[in-house]
């Protein structure tokens, strides 16, 4: 130990020093105006402008008690600062300034704890704190937390809220157990929402949190997610959000109830002899719930719910797969109309294309699987929900398809492709007239197809920024399958019960302008693809339906819009033009022009654009206008700007919406502003969603950004859209 003074005498073990008093001892540095120390026991009384600096620990006292030993020790009338360094993270405001406090009593505990009494806290700007949080007792982990009593939020000198006990996390670990802050908001529909949650962590490798809200009008809902990872490579989540509804009452008076809920679950995990677990798990009680109850436009407007499950293991071009999925979609809300298919379980084997011989181009693969499946499905006819196809709960189908690929080449400027597979299918149950039967059917097809790329044409041009070059690429694909045949009969359970007989070919043209400075690598500007496809056999030999809205794989491999109610030779020609110079903007037109019908049945339009790092723009049109026994007519614009990000400091501000054209009805708007200073802000945003007779709601929502906290609100940022 060094200890230093302007003067200073010895009585026995006790030094006393006057005047500029340091000690040095270990990475203890202490200075007052007057020292007692013992240097028997360690101890230092000290007075008159104290200040202790420890590692990113800074006190300045009117007094203390101090060991420089063990580094215990108690301060009176304190001021302190500890520094801690924070990770970037991009739900909460990040400050680089200390934690500040003042307090009349400091324990140091020891070299990471602190109780502190009767104090104030920030991480603000000490002089001119834009907050505070007051307590009295308090006790701080360095690097960790800071756990307050009787605590009570002010800003700007107003008191805002009163925890009885609260806790922050201080320094790079977030991850602390405790009540999160409240979430409140105000909607037309469910009136006051007022809620919290627990954040729980026992664990490194896992955290739960479980969360309850009131909704004023409507009743009550509930929330929680568990994270885990037990081992490195094993990943689990779990999620529930759920609604006990009082109801509502509708136009003819009566109640309605629409709560819900809805769960997901995920699961990866590798193993050992290079298998694969993977499980994504979902469900929903019914599109109504989701509609009244979902918080954004997104997640309102999605009525598909799908679950997967699959064990895999890919070994020298050969994969075996056990797999189990199920699809729900819920076609009407109210009445609930939906269509439910599932395929459990089944099990595939299948093998990249291989060759037996080093000097013959000649390659063989092939799939096959074996499982149940399932459909079950209602109608809607005439306002009134009708049952349709029930099949038992496992209904059997197999496959084999060996497949023989031959790829030629004259030269670098034809190539031709040949792949033959012959296909056999059987099914447990079948439908005729309408009526399920539980009699077996099988089918047994050819598949031909010849892929031919005739040569590229190209031209490269020198400018002063670097090199062009244009592509031309033609492509011609011709497709003959036979042997379907009784194609009525297949009940539809997925894409494999599309498969008709065929005879088409398809031709393309894709042009591409890349563009290359220096040395570096070229970037694709622009691409344009123009294909159509044409059909010898218009009825796809019978499989066709006059007057009825047709889709399977020779017709939606081309489009993935239903363009066929009549025979037909020709598909509609397809557009796809894209302007991706990267950085400032990216742009895609997609059209589709039906030369039977001589006008544009679908455009589809994407801009996107960034001039400046914290601003960017976003418009997305898209209309379909076919026959209406294909779908309905569409005509919808969606729209997004925004500057900024809802941490960052300084304004930031986001405005969007979607129109539905056709109807003439704004289906959601939003608009939300924030501002940030160095280490709070406030954010206020306006949503209102209109989804028809289930939801018609205002949401009103205000949000305290709370540096190095969190957000007390409800702006969340997975409901944002920056």
């Not at 002010?154 to 999160?180: D, E, H, T, W």
Request: proline share 4%; with cysteine.
């Amino acid at each position: 130990m060094r200890l230093e003074a302007e003067q200073q005498r010895k009585e026995g073990d006790l030094v006393i020093a006057e005047g500029k008093v340091e000690i040095l001892y270990r990475n203890y540095r202490l200075r007052a105006d007057h020292v007692q120390y013992d240097s028997k026991t360690y101890m230092v009384a000290a007075s008159g402008h104290v200040q202790l600096d420890v590692d990113t620990q800074h006190l300045a006292a009117d007094t203390a008690d101090f060991n420089v030993k063990t580094g215990e020790g108690r301060f009176e009338h304190v001021r302190g600062e500890v520094k801690a360094e924070h990770r970037a993270n991009p739900y909460i405001l990040v400050s680089p300034n200390p934690l500040t406090f003042e307090a009349q009593e400091v324990r140091r505990i020891d070299s990471r704890t602190y109780t502190i009494e009767h104090a104030w806290l920030t991480v603000c700007e000490p002089d001119k704190p834009s907050w505070k949080f007051f307590t009295s007792h308090a006790t701080l982990h360095v690097d960790r937390s800071v756990a307050l009593v009787n605590a009570n939020f002010r800003l700007f000198r107003v008191p805002l809220i009163f925890l009885p006990y609260a806790s922050a996390p201080v320094g790079k670990n977030l991850r602390q157990s405790g009540f999160l802050l409240p979430e409140f908001s105000d909607t037309t529909l469910k009136g006051v929402v007022i809620g919290d949650a627990y954040y729980w962590a026992p664990k490194d490798w896992t955290d739960v949190s479980l969360g309850a809200a009131v909704l004023t009008r409507r009743g009550w809902q509930q929330n929680g997610e568990l994270r885990a990872k037990p081992w490195e490579n094993v990943d689990l989540t779990a999620r529930y959000f759920g609604v006990i509804d009082r109801g509502i009452v509708d136009s003819t008076g009566t109640l309605v109830k629409q709560g819900g809920h809805t769960a997901k679950f995920t699961f990866g995990a590798l193993l050992n002899g290079g298998w694969r677990a993977v499980a994504d798990l979902n469900q929903l009680t019914s599109l109504t719930f989701r509609l009244a109850f979902s918080p954004t436009f997104g997640e309102a407007v999605n009525s598909e719910v799908r679950s997967s499950a699959f064990l895999t293991n890919n070994f020298h071009g050969f994969s075996v797969n056990l797999a189990a999925g199920s699809y729900k979609n819920f076609v009407n809300a109210q009445p609930q109309v939906s269509v439910i298919l599932r395929n459990a379980p089944e099990g595939r084997f299948s093998s990249v294309d291989q060759s037996l011989w080093s000097r013959l181009p000649i390659y063989f693969g092939g799939d096959a699987f074996s499982g149940a499946v399932h459909r079950s499905d209602q109608n809607l006819v005439g306002g009134a929900v009708v049952p349709g196809i029930d099949t038992p709960s496992f209904v059997e189908r197999s496959e084999i398809a060996p497949r023989v690929v031959v790829p030629l080449h004259w030269g670098p400027w034809l190539g031709v492709t040949t792949s033959y597979i012959v296909r056999t299918t059987s099914y447990g149950a079948q439908e005729i007239a309408g009526n399920l039967v539980s009699d077996p059917l099988r089918r047994t097809t050819g598949e031909l197809s010849i892929d031919l790329r005739p040569p590229t044409l190209e031209r490269v041009w020198d400018r002063g920024n670097g090199k062009w070059k244009h592509t031309i690429d033609p492509e011609i694909t011709y497709n003959y399958v036979r042997g379907v045949n009784q194609f009525a009969r297949f009940i539809r359970f997925d894409e494999d019960e599309t498969l008709t007989d065929t005879n088409e070919f398809m031709y393309s043209i894709t042009q591409r302008l890349f563009h290359r400075t220096g040395e570096g690598q070229a970037d694709e500007l622009v691409s344009w693809r123009v294909a159509q496809k044409y059909y010898f056999d218009p009825t796809f030999n019978g499989a066709l339906v006059p007057g009825t809205r047709n889709v399977f794989q020779a017709l939606d491999s081309i489009s993935p819009f239903a363009f066929a109610d009549q025979p037909r030779h020709f598909s509609p020609i397809e557009s796809d033009l894209r302007v991706t110079p990267g950085g400032v903007y990216d742009a895609q037109v997609r059209l589709e022009y039906d030369t039977m019908r001589r006008r544009l049945t679908t455009a589809a339009t994407l801009l996107k654009i960034r001039p400046y790092q914290n601003f960017n723009f976003t418009v997305a049109h898209f209309s379909i206008d076919n026959s209406i026994v294909l779908q309905p007519v569409a005509n919808q614009i969606r729209m997004l700007a925004g500057y900024g990000d809802l941490n960052r400091r300084g304004f930031n501000a986001s405005f969007g919406f979607s129109y539905d054209i056709t109807q003439q009805q704004l289906q959601s708007q939003l608009m939300q502003v924030s501002y940030n200073g160095t280490c709070c802000g406030i954010a206020l945003e306006y949503r209102r969603l209109a989804l028809g007779q289930v939801l018609t709601e205002n949401q009103f929502r205000v949000a305290l950004i709370i540096a190095n906290i969190g957000t007390f609100g409800n702006l969340r940022r997975q409901e944002k859209m920056f």
